[in-house]
């Protein structure tokens, strides 16, 4: 089986509507997904096992909390899409592949683990060094929409 059949079998197709409808059950697209789940689900198979499936776009917003910013979110089924490309291809090529201490989305890893692991570190340079020592904390204002796409495409591939 190729990494692209992996996205649209159906029992990862799912798997990931299970997923992407998390926390978004009472959303009206997600209600409207649901009421014809099989047929939905067999739709998006198909039309990826024929190579026609189109993302259909973002929704674009903003939220003002903690900070403004700009959000851009897929349609249903485009998100159940890329929860099970996130699960069966990309995550398990990705992941051997990152350092141990990236807790970003990934499953076990969350803000205790990166807490955890950062008092580790604390612990460790303060019996090194006592209190000498600096911590940068830093936000790059808008990167992910300053990154150059196509850069980024062509280092991944």
């Known amino acids: 089986m ?3 059949e992996k996205v649209y079998i159906f029992q990862n197709l799912y798997k990931a509507h299970t997923k992407a409808r998390l926390g978004k059950r009472k959303k009206a697209d997600v209600i409207d997904f649901k009421m014809n789940l099989a047929a939905n689900l067999w739709e998006i198979n198909r039309r990826l096992s024929e ?4 993302v259909s776009g973002y929704k674009r917003f903003m939220i003002k909390e903690p900070k ?3 959000i851009q ?3 249903y089924p485009d998100r159940i899409v ?6 069966n291809v990309l995550t398990p090529f990705f992941e051997p592949r990152l350092i141990y201490d990236n807790a970003a989305c990934h499953v076990g890893k969350g803000t205790h683990f990166a807490l955890d692991r950062f008092t580790g570190f604390l ?3 303060y019996k090194e060094n006592g209190t000498s020592g600096w911590i940068l904390k830093a936000d790059i204002r808008k990167y992910f929409a ?3 796409h196509q850069v980024l495409v062509q280092q991944l591939k």
């Open 123 to 125: 612990q460790k340079f």
């Open 51 to 54: 190579g026609t499936y189109r």
């Open 68 to 70: 403004e910013r700009e």
């Open 73 to 75: 979110a897929l349609n």
């Open 146 to 148: 300053s990154v150059d």
């Open 2 to 4: 190729t990494d692209y």
């Open 82 to 87: 890329q929860h099970s490309l996130c699960d």
